[in-house]
């Protein structure tokens, strides 16, 4: 019978499939790694705002408390933006004349709130709630990182769904006395202690599950 294939086609083929399985995988390796890459995740961008805030100036230099402008942290699911009055509480009478806050003025004139971009946005199917990170003694930092470092505010995390397991397996690497929540530069060796130590105690001491079911955030 006449060979319709050279014998060496075999080899070709060979060559050709596993070639194929490798570039697919390949294909799909290279997916997961852009899916998790800051560029999906919009981890770090900067972001151009309706007036240059800077959380450097006011949380760092001025030493502004976090809740003196998101007030709800503690109490509510989500964190607020602060309204614009409570920019005019210093700028009635700070920087009164500055080109920079030309937008703040003509919203306080309007009553049309300031259109802050949003920065943080958590997939819509996945349930996250502000307070009870924070009184289970979380800080700031753990999660956005040192805001009171950047003149620009960015998404520190990915929050994609590792990042959070992460913490609620082992919320002993993060965790802090509760009356330091709000301390941006708090670190465990400041009371004498490893974070392990301090992790291990703080973790009996209020009471921390580790929530792993689906249904803690997908509800
Ligand atoms: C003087 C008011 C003020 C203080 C104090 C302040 N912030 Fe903000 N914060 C803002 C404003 C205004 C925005 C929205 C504009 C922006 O993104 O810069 C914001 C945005 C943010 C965002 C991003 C929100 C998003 O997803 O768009 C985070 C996170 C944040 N602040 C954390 C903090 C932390 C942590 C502290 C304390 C260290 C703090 N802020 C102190 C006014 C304040
Ligand atoms: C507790 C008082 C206080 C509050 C509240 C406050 N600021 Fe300021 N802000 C200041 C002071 C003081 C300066 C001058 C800072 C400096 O020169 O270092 C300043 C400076 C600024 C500047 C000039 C650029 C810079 O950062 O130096 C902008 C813009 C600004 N503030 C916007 C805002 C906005 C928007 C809000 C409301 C979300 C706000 N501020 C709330 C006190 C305040
Ligand atoms: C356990 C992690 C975690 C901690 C701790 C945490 N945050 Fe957040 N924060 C998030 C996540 C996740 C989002 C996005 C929420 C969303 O999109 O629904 C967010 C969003 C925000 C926003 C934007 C407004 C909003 O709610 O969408 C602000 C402002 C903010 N955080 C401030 C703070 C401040 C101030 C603290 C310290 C008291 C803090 N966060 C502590 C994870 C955290
Ligand atoms: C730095 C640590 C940390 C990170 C990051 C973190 N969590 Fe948590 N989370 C905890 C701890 C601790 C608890 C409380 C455990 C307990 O109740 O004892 C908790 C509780 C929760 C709860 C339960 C709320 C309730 O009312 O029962 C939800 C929902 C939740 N987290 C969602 C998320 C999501 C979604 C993310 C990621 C976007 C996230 N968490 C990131 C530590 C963390
Ligand atoms: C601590 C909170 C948390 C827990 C617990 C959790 N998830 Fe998620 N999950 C998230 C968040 C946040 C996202 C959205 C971000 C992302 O895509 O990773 C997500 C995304 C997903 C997605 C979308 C696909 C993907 O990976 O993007 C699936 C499917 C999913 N979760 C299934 C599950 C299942 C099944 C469980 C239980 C074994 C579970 N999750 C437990 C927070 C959680």
């Known amino acids: 019978m006449a060979q319709i294939f050279p014998r060496y086609a075999n080899t070709l083929f060979r060559v050709a499939i596993v070639g194929a399985i490798l570039g697919a995988a390949g294909i799909g390796y290279a997916a ?6 800051p ?12 007036v240059q805030f800077s959380h450097s100036h006011h949380a760092n230099g001025l030493g502004i408390d976090c809740r003196y402008c998101h007030s709800s942290v503690e109490d509510a699911a989500h964190s607020n933006i602060p309204s614009t009055k ?3 509480n210093c700028h009635s009478q700070m920087w009164v004349g500055a080109k920079m806050l030309d937008p703040v003025r003509e919203s306080f ?12 946005r958590l997939a819509d199917f996945a ?3 502000h307070s009870i990170h924070v009184t289970k003694g979380f800080g700031c930092a753990s999660c956005h990182g040192r805001v009171d470092h950047m003149q620009a505010v960015y998404q520190k995390g990915t929050l994609l769904m590792e990042w959070c397991l992460d913490c609620h397996r082992y919320p002993e690497k993060y965790i802090r006395p509760r009356d330091q929540v709000f301390n ?8 004498g202690k490893t974070q392990e130590q301090l992790g291990r105690e703080l973790v009996e001491k209020y ?4 929530l792993k ?3 803690t955030c997908h509800r």
Do not use: N
């Not at 004139?109 to 943080?120: A, M, V």
């Not at 009471?207 to 580790?210: E, I, K, Q």
């Open 32 to 37: 997961m790694i852009l899916v998790r890459s």
């Open 39 to 50: 560029y999906f995740t919009r981890a770090e961008d900067a972001v151009t705002q309706p």
């Open 86 to 88: 409570t920019c005019m």
């Open 109 to 120: 004139k309007t009553g049309e709130s300031i259109s802050w971009k949003k920065l943080h």
């Open 127 to 129: 349930y996250f709630d």
């Open 184 to 191: 941006m530069a708090f670190k465990a060796e400041d009371l």
């Open 207 to 210: 009471g921390v599950r580790s």
């Open 213 to 215: 079911e689906c249904s």
